[in-house]
């Protein structure tokens, strides 16, 4: 079964204060794993999709990085409009689906 | 462009009512799908279609039912409600090709009394 967890739960930063979000998957055979941003209210909205072991996508001040077992959401010098909770998804196998995780909440404070 | 659009954005039901979410992509996406979001629990799949006429379940499918009968809209019923279907639910599409990324509606929001 694909499994997908995500830490920590919630974070709380000071505006500038840079950090990382986790997300630990099992799966079999990864097609693909997503970063999704979901703000209060709304739906989750698409940030980045990696394939393959040692690849990094970037977007302003959001760098994704993926290892076989993890990928890492890094956050520079965060500004109060970053807020959000971050989602983590898998796609794997011959799945059609996407396995998500239960999110981290980032409050940046300024 | 609308993208997913979902109705109703707030319900409030009874035990035993029954009623239908909306669902409409005008993106041409064959695939389309329906989750609910709980509280730590991330989001999960009741439902989702490959394309007009085909359905399949998803991890949560029970008192739910949906149909295709078009490509652009995907419609969740529920059958009779329960209290545990008290619930945020999205519905998302995506391209058949491509990267797989899903395209989410704003969520429609459902109390059970």
């Known amino acids: 079964e694909d499994q997908v967890t995500q830490s920590p739960e919630a974070l709380r930063l000071q505006e500038g204060e840079s950090s990382s979000l986790n997300c630990s998957y099992t799966?079999?055979?990864?097609?693909?794993l997503f970063w999704y941003r979901q703000d209060p209210g709304k739906g989750p909205e698409f940030l980045f999709t990696?394939?393959?072991a040692g690849e990094e996508k970037e977007k302003e001040r959001l760098k994704a990085t993926l290892t076989k077992k993890e990928s890492f959401l890094h956050i520079t010098a965060p500004k109060p409009e970053d807020s959000a909770t971050y989602l983590c998804?898998?796609?794997?196998?011959?799945?059609?689906?996407?396995?998500f995780g239960s999110g981290t909440q980032l409050t940046v404070l300024p | 462009n609308a993208g997913v659009t979902q109705t109703p954005k707030f319900q409030v039901l009874k035990t035993g009512q029954s009623m239908t979410l909306q669902c409409a992509q005008d993106?041409?996406?064959?695939?389309m799908s329906w989750y609910r979001q709980d509280p730590g629990m991330g989001l999960r799949l009741i439902h989702y279609?490959?394309?007009?006429?085909?359905?399949d379940q998803g991890e949560v499918p029970n008192g739910y039912n949906v149909s295709r009968s078009t490509t652009e809209d995907f419609p969740l019923r529920l059958l009779s409600a329960a209290p545990s279907q008290t619930s945020v639910y999205f519905c998302?599409?995506?391209?058949?090709?491509?990267?797989?990324?899903?395209?989410f509606g704003e969520g429609s929001r459902l109390t059970v009394l």
């Open positions: 998302a599409s995506r391209d058949r090709l491509g990267t797989g990324e899903l395209f």
């Open positions: 799966v079999s055979g990864l097609r693909g």
């Open positions: 990696l394939y393959s």
């Open positions: 998804a898998v796609r794997a196998g011959s799945a059609r689906q996407l396995t």
């Open positions: 993106m041409n996406h064959e695939y």
């Open positions: 279609s490959v394309g007009a006429g085909i359905t």
